[in-house]
T-cell receptor, first 114, second 109 residues
Framework: DGGITQSPKYLFRKEGQNVTLSCEQNLNHDAMYWYRQDPGQGLRLIYYSQIVNDFQKGDIAEGYSVSREKKESFPLTVTSAQKNPTAFYLC?????????????FGSGTQLSVL | KNEVEQSPQNLTAQEGEFITINCSYSVGISALHWLQQHPGGGIVSLFMLSSGKKKHGRLIATINIQEKHSSLHITASHPRDSAVYICAVGGGATNKLIFGTGTLLAVQP
């Protein structure tokens, strides 16, 4: 079955540590997104990519980095510069990046700080 | 004021009831999405619409572009409908999706 796979489901970060969240899709979609979800707030866009080897900052990119070396993969690194990383992180994709295309989501990663 | 407002924030219903969740927005849009998030966190897209009305099973979504308002209706609600329902609009100056904070629905047997 086609879909988006995020791993791990739960992740713990020590102070000063960088951690990487994995996102893989087999939908052959060009566009991929990373969102952050905090209690009581709407999803906020961290980074997005509409083509391999290219990505753009979203609304809250500070303290995060991404890469898009393969069409299927869009990993997110939460760096030590992100001072409040505890949140639920969702990866999504759609075929071409248009706002009127159906979005497909992964099952999310809960990141907590030790 | 948020660009996307959902109401109510929380909703408890009895099994079989007709449910309405509302979404109002303040920006010009090209599309509106209704999403469902179950406990455990994964999100599923229910509808994408830019005008009129769409129906899928017991779910109906409508949009009024002039009034900048959309509704999601659930007929004959069931406990398995319990989830967070999220409205998101696409368009406006940023050309990105803007998400509402969600409506937490609990359907009791």
């Amino acid at each position: 079955d086609g879909g988006i796979t995020q791993s791990p489901k739960y992740l713990f970060r020590k102070e000063g540590q960088n951690v990487t969240l994995s996102c893989e899709q087999n939908l052959n979609h060009d566009a991929m997104y990373w969102y952050r979800q905090d209690p009581g707030q709407g999803l906020r866009l961290i980074y997005y990519s509409q083509i391999v080897n290219d990505f753009q900052k979203g609304d809250i990119a500070e303290g995060y980095s991404v890469s898009r070396e393969k069409k299927e993969s869009f990993p997110l690194t939460v760096t030590s510069a992100q001072k409040n990383p505890t949140a639920f992180y969702l990866c999504a994709s759609n075929p071409g990046g248009a706002l009127n295309e159906k979005l497909f989501f992964g099952s999310g990663t809960q990141l907590s700080v030790l | 004021k948020n660009e996307v407002e959902q109401s109510p924030q929380n909703l408890t219903a009895q099994e079989g009831e007709f449910i309405t969740i509302n979404c109002s927005y303040s920006v010009g849009i090209s599309a509106l999405h209704w999403l469902q998030q179950h406990p455990g966190g994964g999100i599923v897209s229910l509808f994408m619409l830019s005008s009129g009305k769409k129906k899928h099973g017991r779910l109906i979504a409508t949009i009024n572009i002039q009034e900048k308002h959309s509704s999601l209706h659930i007929t004959a609600s069931h406990p398995r409908d319990s989830a967070v329902y999220i409205c998101a609009v696409g368009g406006g100056a940023t050309n990105k999706l803007i998400f509402g904070t969600g409506t937490l629905l609990a359907v009791q047997p």
